[in-house]
């Protein structure tokens, strides 16, 4: 049997078999199609049919079924919350959430000329453009594809509906300039607070090269995080980036970020991007 074989019924044996029987009082779900589907949901970052022609377990990408299995695997160590997993695939779904899981979202957020925004499907080609550039790129394991591209916007909004927070579209001048936002982190990572999936929540941002050098990520990360602080009641967040990537690191700093030390990140494989550094935020000591 190949690698990839093996993976497969690893899958399976988890959603059907072992999940199932180890389901306890307090699970919100038994059954083994709502294991897989809230497990694909969640790697896919969103209703796994819209991205992956089933059967899953043979159609979907070795990235995906790994995220999937490891989600699985932190959900029988008691490392992963399930219930907030079942929240999210619901969500994504437009089934009912109990009130007060999901904050309300504003249709945007301003800053004079600065706009951030949910997504239009006008981003998906300059936000492909933006992932072509190998300079932009450079720090994040490679340029993607137009579908990669497409599906990754995708996904990046739909973290508004599952979370009530997300990397919103930053808009200047009437111009698609790439994300910037918060987003929680669903895959274990080695740092102190990142173990479980889903409790981090990590400020991201990815810019056109074209709006670099211009405080235009620092100032669009000061209206996500002021969002957050105040109508999510996020209390903290983490950055973290290849210790080579100056820029996103001169980010970080201006924002008031403290370092705290450095990890092996898990999905690069080798140097000189594998090892990151870590900061942390406090919100409210920022918001004061």
């Known amino acids: 049997m190949s690698a990839a074989a093996d993976r497969r019924a690893l899958w399976r044996d988890l959603v059907e078999r072992r999940l199932p029987d180890a389901a ?5 779900v038994r059954l083994d199609h709502c294991f897989a589907r809230i497990l694909l949901d969640n790697a896919c970052g969103g209703p796994w049919r819209e991205s992956v022609r089933p059967p899953a377990h043979v159609n979907m990408p070795e990235e995906g079924l790994e995220a999937a299995i490891a989600l699985g695997e932190a959900v029988l160590a008691g490392a992963a919350d399930l219930a907030l997993l079942n929240r999210r695939s619901l969500a994504w779904r437009g089934k009912a959430v109990h009130s007060g899981a999901v904050p309300p979202v504003p249709a945007d957020l301003r800053d004079g000329e ?23 790129m450079a720090h994040l394991l490679g340029p993607r594809t137009g579908p990669e591209s497409a599906a990754e916007a995708r996904a990046l909004d739909g973290r508004f509906a599952a979370d009530g927070f997300g990397p919103w579209a930053v808009e200047q001048g009437g111009r698609f300039r790439g994300f910037v936002g918060a987003l929680r982190v669903m895959r274990a990572l080695p740092f102190p607070g990142g173990g479980r999936p889903g409790e981090a929540v990590e400020l991201a941002w ?13 100032r669009a990360a000061r209206l996500a995080l002021a969002d957050i602080a105040g109508r999510c009641g996020i209390r903290t967040v983490v950055a973290y ?19 705290s030390g450095t990890f092996a990140h898990p999905a690069v494989p080798e140097e000189p991007t594998r090892t990151h550094v870590l900061y942390r935020l406090d919100l409210a000591g920022a918001a004061a």
């Open 241 to 259: 980036t290849a210790t080579g990537n100056h820029r996103s690191r001169a980010v970080m700093e201006r924002l008031g970020m403290v370092p």
């Open 114 to 136: 600065l706009h951030l925004r949910r997504w239009l499907p006008a981003d998906v080609a300059p936000f492909a453009a933006l992932n072509a550039d190998p300079e932009v």
């Open 24 to 28: 306890r009082p307090g699970w919100p």
């Open 206 to 218: 990815r810019l056109a090269r074209d709006a670099w050098g211009r405080g235009l990520a620092t």
